[in-house]
């Protein structure tokens, strides 16, 4: 049952990632981004095009890093599919959902114009590398640690932890620390007041896509490491994301961290009582249950 634990609080800091990057956007735009868990897919199918295409072609070498499964490849891939979805974010909405703001199309416009988007990121990621799974390197033993009450954990899952803490505490700094980091939060608790103060609001919109992506390129990465790739995992994920991002609290980026652990460990631990394919259902009757003794989630009231 620990091990279980352990693994849940693994799979929860994954789905944190991206449940931090949507609680974002929804903080400040008032928008359930529906190809989130899409922009998880393509951040992960990007690193794969890196370390197993572009980069062997350029002839860097893929040193693994002690008991790790991957290297050098993988530690440059990872800010690049970063920055990249980053990118792709951003132009997602420039093209498509900034048109329909400006319009004052209505959410439900909003919300169908995001679903099309996920459908047309993961089109792409099949045609272009098919319905296979996937893996950063494929054939590599990964031993496992023993830790006390014979919980055994690879340190790629430790890695990953550590990862995720890394990127949370810094974009926690970069929101507390940051004239954007502030004029986002400004935004966040009212867009209209922001925007006659002097902030830019259309500048923090871009930033707040360009974090969102980031972060769900990260998680699809995190994922892929511990699991492998698959077009359809991120659409897998989108109803873990949402589940997280109510439970915590729409909006809030604790909540949503918060949220995605209870998410992670509800799911693994009931493994040891249930096949795994009921880890969904187990997860969102969790989440039910605390709604209906907290209906504004753990953190409600309370925006990033």
């Known amino acids: 049952m620990a091990e279980l634990f352990v693994y849940g609080i693994v799979l929860g800091s994954i789905i944190a990632l991206g449940a931090i990057g949507l609680t974002l956007v929804y903080g400040i735009l008032r928008f359930a981004n529906f190809a989130h868990g899409d922009l998880m897919t393509a951040g992960a199918y990007i690193a794969l095009f890196l370390v197993t295409g572009l980069f062997p072609w350029l002839g860097i070498p893929d040193t693994t890093f002690g ?11 990872f800010p690049i599919a970063m920055v990249g979805m980053a990118m792709v974010s951003i132009l997602f909405d420039r093209i498509i959902y900034r048109r329909l703001r400006l319009k004052r199309s209505g959410s439900v416009m909003l919300a169908m ?15 272009l590398w098919g319905g296979d799974y996937h893996f950063y390197r494929p054939g590599i033993l990964r031993p496992a640690i023993l830790l006390p009450l014979e919980i055994k954990i690879r340190p ?3 890695l990953i932890l550590l990862t995720v803490f890394f990127l949370v505490v810094l974009l926690y700094l970069f929101l507390q620390r940051t004239k954007m980091g502030k004029a986002m939060r400004a935004t966040s608790d009212n867009m209209e007041l922001a ?3 002097g902030i830019d609001t259309e500048r ?5 896509w360009g974090i969102g992506g980031a972060l769900a390129a990260a998680g699809g990465i995190l994922y892929a490491i511990d699991v492998q790739l698959h077009p359809g995992m ?12 109510i439970l915590g609290g729409i909006g809030n980026m604790y909540g949503a961290l918060i949220g995605a652990l209870v998410m992670g460990v509800a799911q693994q631990v009931s493994t040891a009582y249930l096949l795994p394919t009921y880890k969904p259902a187990v997860a969102f009757i969790v989440m039910i249950l605390i709604l209906l003794v907290r209906p504004q989630g753990i953190f409600g009231g309370k925006r990033t």
């Open 156 to 158: 790629d899952q430790i």
């Open 113 to 127: 114009s995001a679903l099309g988007a996920s459908f047309i990121i993961r089109m792409i990621v099949l045609i």
């Open 195 to 197: 925007r006659v103060s």
């Open 67 to 77: 008991p790790l499964s991957f290297g050098w490849r993988m530690a440059l891939a």
């Open 204 to 208: 923090v919109i871009i930033w707040t």
């Open 234 to 245: 991120g659409w897998h994920f989108l109803l873990p994301l949402f589940a997280a991002t």
